[in-house]
């Protein structure tokens, strides 16, 4: 385990959050530091029970924790609009959405909405619940200090290295054919890059940041390992070094907290470890795909009824 906290954390007293994917990896590594400086922290999960065992540990070690469970699968669009629905009842402002849960590599299998899991489960849904969450972002915005209130998309340099050269394929966005699960992998993590840079543009008022955590021990690393067995041969070669995901969490806390972020200078960038602004892919970079992608998404999503 590393410094903890691993970046420093501002007082975060009568602040709200959503970390999704938060009671595990990096999401619980980013939540726990949430809760400690005193946000109220929603970990947004699939399972509750997992939820509570992630509890147990935050209460232990911050018995002043203020943690809650916002039951959402990632996978399944009607489930984001129930979360959205329950926050919104629970909650007038959101202050801090870290878009941080993901799948890697995992075999091609489609949802119930006919997406393939990653493209599904690390961008699509991702978009929905933020589009759902915005009105009460922009809100929260227009009372909270300049920069303060924030969009963090968890993505990975494996969207210049992995996606295709062209980058989104918006013929076949499951990329059924052709295409390896890293491939996948990568176009939904460019996807992550791309969603930070158009919400910068459309919502000015609200500081969004896509960025890379760096290569952290999690469980991620199952996805590969179910696609491609030999993966385990490699994995303590890819691993070597790493932080946990206490430590690993430090450049999504510091895309979150961080004041050093400014609103002008920072909207629509890409942080790798740690809070440091780089240049994401050219494909990351270009603005006409960004609003192309927006678009694209919006009218699948209203062709499935959610508008
Ligand atoms: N670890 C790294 O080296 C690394 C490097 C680059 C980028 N990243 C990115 O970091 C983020 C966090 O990953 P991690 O490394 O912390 O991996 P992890 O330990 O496997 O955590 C992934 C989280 O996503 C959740 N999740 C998966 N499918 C979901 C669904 N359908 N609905 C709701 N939640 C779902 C998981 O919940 P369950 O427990 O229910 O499955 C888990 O909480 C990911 O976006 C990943 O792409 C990680």
Redesign the pocket.
């Known amino acids: 385990m590393g410094p903890n906290p691993p970046t420093p954390m501002p007082d975060l007293s009568g602040k709200v959050a959503i970390v999704?994917?938060g009671?595990?990896?990096?999401?619980f590594g980013t939540g726990i530091e949430l809760a400690k400086a005193g946000a109220r922290v929603y970990i947004a999960?699939?399972?509750e029970s997992?939820f509570k065992e992630a509890k147990r540990d935050i209460v232990a070690e911050y018995p002043d924790a203020d943690v809650r469970f916002l039951q959402?699968?990632?996978?399944d669009l009607s489930s984001l609009n129930r979360a959205g629905r329950k926050f919104l009842q629970e909650e007038s402002n959101l202050h801090l959405l870290v878009n941080?849960?993901?799948?890697?590599c995992v075999p091609y299998e489609e949802t119930v909405d006919g997406f393939e899991m990653q493209i599904a489960?690390?961008y699509i849904?991702h978009f929905l619940f933020t589009k759902i969450l915005l009105p009460t972002l922009y809100k929260t915005a227009a009372t909270s200090s300049k920069g303060s209130v924030r969009i963090v998309n968890?993505?990975?340099?494996?969207h210049a290295k992995l996606a295709p050269k062209e980058g989104i394929v918006f013929s076949d966005i499951n990329m059924e054919e052709d295409y390896s699960v890293w491939a996948r992998y990568g176009h939904s993590?460019l996807a992550n890059v791309l969603h930070s840079r158009e919400l910068a543009k459309r919502y000015p008022d609200i500081l969004s940041v896509s960025l890379?955590?760096?290569?952290?021990k999690?469980?991620?690393s199952?996805g590969p390992i179910s696609s491609t067995p030999l993966y385990r041969l490699i994995k303590p070669l890819v691993e070597l070094g790493?932080p946990g995901?206490r430590k690993?969490a430090a450049n999504i806390l510091f895309a979150a907290v961080s004041p050093a972020l400014k609103l002008g200078s920072a909207n629509g960038t890409y942080l790798v470890p740690v809070g440091k602004i780089s240049a994401p892919s050219k494909a990351g970079s270009d603005e006409k795909m960004a609003e192309d992608l927006w678009r694209w998404t919006e009218m699948e999503l209203a062709s499935r009824g959610f508008e």
């Open positions: 999704t994917g009671h595990t990896g990096l999401g999960s699939r399972s997992k959402v699968d990632l996978a941080n849960a993901g799948v890697m489960v690390n849904g968890v993505s990975s340099d494996g993590k890379h955590p760096g290569t952290v999690t469980n991620l199952a790493a995901p690993g």
